[in-house]
């Protein structure tokens, strides 16, 4: 076994020990953290600030953590996440650190060892959970390991990495991901880039050298679980063909098995960029849970299309095969064209987009600034801009002169302007991350799809026990009359129900349920206006 950053020569750690760690950080008591809970992704180089080089840090973002959550639940200034993903921030040589080069160092431009220990204890202090990114799939070349196999055909290392005599076969694209080694006649895989080469899982010293890594982070740094990147390239398939290989799934069991059992309360999330039914492969026993991404789609194409045909459907296909603890929905992340940017601008969609996200089962990611409307496409670095505070020339973003220019919208698109608008979408963001957290139906109940006369409506109920709530949603740009809503039998308990406003305003009829669980005819609203999410409380008459 060989751990390279305890070779001097290699790596350089500044971690605390994990006495000094322990004593200042803890993972938050809440056993039940994801009913209800929202996780909030940060790219800490584009959060905020703190000494005026133009690069975010994690000084800044402690500074800011109030913003996500201040850890009073009755006031509504914060968005009430209760969980952080924080992108890459180990020891990287580019901008956005997916190619790490020390994964037992904090990246010097966003600060040291001590100040993430310092932030963590921050947010534990808040009640927020800290999930950091682990780049598992690959390394960047210029990794003292891969630059000691690169020179070395002896080194201990050389197993870490995959080599062939000559290029391996074309990937299902049509391209070649073997690269040519620039020291002697032979090639290394590297999917991603020539410059990240792909880590060999089969290689048992390397899988030992990584779990090292979780445990760094999970005990000696003070984080509460992993965001693990681009799982599904992890191995590939035995005609070279990259995703979804069998013995991925083997390796992430491996690892999970690991985490479960030497960090009891950790949270794994995997990355598997594919909306099919493949995402069932990795369950049930390897990590906790996986990024929805097919829901993901449903949502913003409903949205934009105006029809919401198959939107339940696949959210009901991942609760059907899924605990809803155990899959994540979002809209937007930071390898795709920022949510107000895919629906041209239309601030009342981006709404109810956001309305549908949080009120369906799962555990939501909100990708840093989607709640003030941010926009960005791609390349990368432009949807990946530093976040909007004030209405100022760098947004209160820096002093200085940010790392990149802001997006053109920065004077409008802020938390200072948008903060004080009670109808503007940072403050739907607030209100219904706040409501998610204290209604158990919404938290953590199931849902129930409803049918409707028209597909512009998008209508079903979540039941927890005798919580029971009921959404609508019309994603259409006109008023509509006569919306009739009809459920299947088994739906709630039999009774008189009389709806609560709980959020989108609107006064709804009372309605009668069946003795078998089922209504039909029900009209809830004279009108359902164009493009609001409505969310009632459902009180059953005694």
Same mark, same amino acid.
């Given at each position: 076994?060989?751990?390279?950053?305890?070779?001097?020569?290699?790596?350089?750690?500044?971690?605390?020990?994990?006495?000094?760690?322990?004593?200042?950080?803890?993972?938050?008591?809440?056993?039940?953290?994801?009913?209800?809970?929202?996780?909030?992704?940060?790219?800490?180089?584009?959060?905020?600030?703190?000494?005026?080089?133009?690069?975010?840090?994690?000084?800044?973002?402690?500074?800011?953590?109030?913003?996500?959550?201040?850890?009073?639940?009755?006031?509504?200034?914060?968005?009430g996440a209760n969980c952080i993903w924080l992108m890459p921030i180990a020891a990287s040589p580019s901008y956005h650190g997916y190619d790490v080069t020390d994964y037992y160092r904090v990246d010097p431009r966003y600060g040291?060892?001590?100040?993430?220990?310092?932030?963590?204890?921050?947010?534990?202090?808040?009640?927020?959970?800290?999930?950091?990114?682990?780049?598992?799939?690959?390394?960047?070349?210029?990794?003292?390991?891969?630059?000691?196999?690169?020179?070395?055909?002896?080194?201990?290392?050389?197993?870490?990495?995959?080599?062939?005599?000559?290029?391996?076969?074309?990937?299902?694209?049509?391209?070649?991901?073997?690269?040519?080694?620039?020291?002697?006649?032979?090639?290394?895989?590297?999917?991603?880039?020539?410059?990240?080469?792909?880590?060999?899982?089969?290689?048992? /010293?390397?899988?030992?050298?990584?779990?090292?890594?979780?445990?760094?982070?999970?005990?000696?740094?003070?984080?509460?679980?992993?965001?693990?990147?681009?799982?599904?390239?992890?191995?590939?398939?035995?005609?070279?063909?990259?995703g979804h290989a069998p013995r991925t799934h083997d390796m992430l069991r491996e690892y999970g098995e690991y985490v479960r059992a030497e960090h009891p309360g950790a949270f794994t999330i995997g990355e598997v960029f594919d909306?099919?039914?493949?995402?069932?492969?990795?369950?049930?026993?390897?990590?906790?849970?996986?990024?929805?991404?097919?829901?993901?789609?449903?949502?913003?194409? /409903?949205?934009?299309?105006?029809?919401?045909?198959?939107?339940?459907?696949?959210?009901?296909?991942?609760?059907?095969?899924?605990?809803?603890?155990?899959?994540?929905?979002?809209?937007?992340?930071?390898?795709?064209?920022?949510?107000?940017?895919?629906?041209?601008?239309?601030?009342?969609?981006?709404?109810?987009?956001?309305?549908?996200?949080?009120?369906?089962?799962?555990?939501?990611?909100?990708?840093?600034?989607?709640?003030?409307?941010?926009?960005?496409?791609?390349?990368?670095?432009?949807?990946?801009?530093?976040?909007?505070?004030?209405?100022?020339?760098?947004?209160?973003?820096?002093?200085?002169?940010?790392?990149?220019?802001?997006?053109?919208?920065?004077?409008?698109?802020?938390?200072?302007?948008?903060?004080?608008?009670?109808?503007?979408?940072?403050?739907?963001?607030?209100?219904?991350?706040?409501?998610?957290?204290?209604?158990?139906?919404?938290?953590?109940?199931?849902?129930?799809?409803?049918?409707?006369?028209?597909?512009?409506?998008?209508?079903?109920?979540?039941? /927890?026990?005798?919580?029971?709530?009921?959404?609508?949603?019309?994603?259409?740009?006109?008023?509509?009359?006569?919306?009739?809503?009809?459920?299947?039998?088994?739906?709630?308990?039999?009774?008189?129900?009389?709806?609560?406003?709980?959020?989108?305003?609107?006064?709804?009829?009372?309605?009668?349920?069946?003795?078998?669980?089922?209504?039909?005819?029900?009209?809830?609203?004279?009108?359902?206006?164009?493009?609001?999410?409505?969310?009632?409380?459902?009180?059953?008459?005694?």
């Amino acid at each position: 076994m060989y751990r390279l950053a305890a070779v001097t020569a290699f790596c350089a750690i500044g971690a605390l020990s994990a006495g000094q760690a322990s004593a200042q950080t803890s993972i938050p008591s809440d056993a039940n953290w994801r009913d209800g809970g929202v996780c909030y992704e940060i790219f800490v180089r584009s959060f905020y600030d703190s000494d005026g080089d133009g690069v975010g840090d994690l000084e800044g973002l402690t500074e800011k953590l109030d913003y996500v959550n201040d850890g009073d639940p009755d006031t509504r200034e914060d968005l009430g996440a209760n969980c952080i993903w924080l992108m890459p921030i180990a020891a990287s040589p580019s901008y956005h650190g997916y190619d790490v080069t020390d994964y037992y160092r904090v990246d010097p431009r966003y600060g040291t060892n001590e100040s993430f220990q310092r932030f963590a204890a921050e947010a534990h202090r808040r009640g927020i959970r800290v999930l950091v990114d682990m780049v598992i799939n690959h390394v960047s070349d210029k990794h003292p390991a891969f630059k000691h196999a690169l020179l070395y055909p002896d080194s201990p290392y050389r197993e870490w990495f995959r080599w062939s005599p000559v290029p391996g076969p074309d990937n299902e694209w049509g391209d070649n991901n073997w690269r040519r080694s620039p020291v002697r006649d032979e090639y290394y895989y590297g999917f991603f880039s020539p410059r990240m080469p792909d880590l060999n899982w089969e290689a048992e /010293s390397l899988r030992e050298e990584m779990k090292r890594v979780a445990s760094f982070w999970l005990d000696d740094m003070g984080a509460d679980g992993l965001r693990l990147d681009a799982v599904w390239h992890l191995m590939e398939a035995a005609d070279g063909q990259a995703g979804h290989a069998p013995r991925t799934h083997d390796m992430l069991r491996e690892y999970g098995e690991y985490v479960r059992a030497e960090h009891p309360g950790a949270f794994t999330i995997g990355e598997v960029f594919d909306g099919s039914d493949k995402i069932f492969d990795y369950y049930p026993d390897q990590l906790d849970a996986f990024f929805a991404f097919g829901v993901s789609n449903a949502i913003l194409e /409903s949205v934009r299309s105006s029809d919401g045909t198959g939107l339940l459907e696949a959210v009901v296909r991942m609760q059907d095969r899924v605990p809803n603890d155990r899959w994540a929905p979002f809209l937007r992340n930071h390898d795709q064209v920022r949510t107000m940017t895919y629906l041209e601008g239309d601030e009342a969609r981006a709404k109810v987009a956001a309305g549908l996200l949080l009120t369906i089962p799962g555990l939501p990611f909100v990708y840093y600034g989607e709640e003030i409307g941010m926009t960005g496409d791609k390349p990368d670095p432009r949807i990946r801009t530093p976040m909007h505070w004030e209405v100022e020339p760098a947004a209160g973003f820096t002093s200085g002169m940010p790392w990149e220019p802001l997006q053109p919208d920065s004077l409008t698109a802020n938390v200072q302007t948008l903060g004080v608008e009670s109808g503007s979408l940072l403050n739907l963001y607030r209100d219904l991350i706040h409501l998610r957290s204290t209604h158990p139906a919404l938290g953590a109940g199931q849902l129930i799809a409803l049918s409707t006369n028209t597909t512009a409506v998008t209508a079903f109920v979540r039941r /927890s026990g005798d919580d029971v709530v009921l959404v609508i949603a019309n994603l259409g740009t006109e008023a509509l009359a006569n919306v009739l809503l009809r459920a299947d039998s088994g739906t709630i308990p039999a009774g008189e129900y009389s709806p609560v406003s709980l959020f989108g305003g609107g006064q709804a009829a009372a309605f009668e349920v069946e003795a078998d669980g089922s209504f039909r005819g029900y009209v809830p609203l004279e009108i359902v206006a164009p493009l609001r999410t409505y969310v009632f409380e459902l009180s059953r008459g005694s």
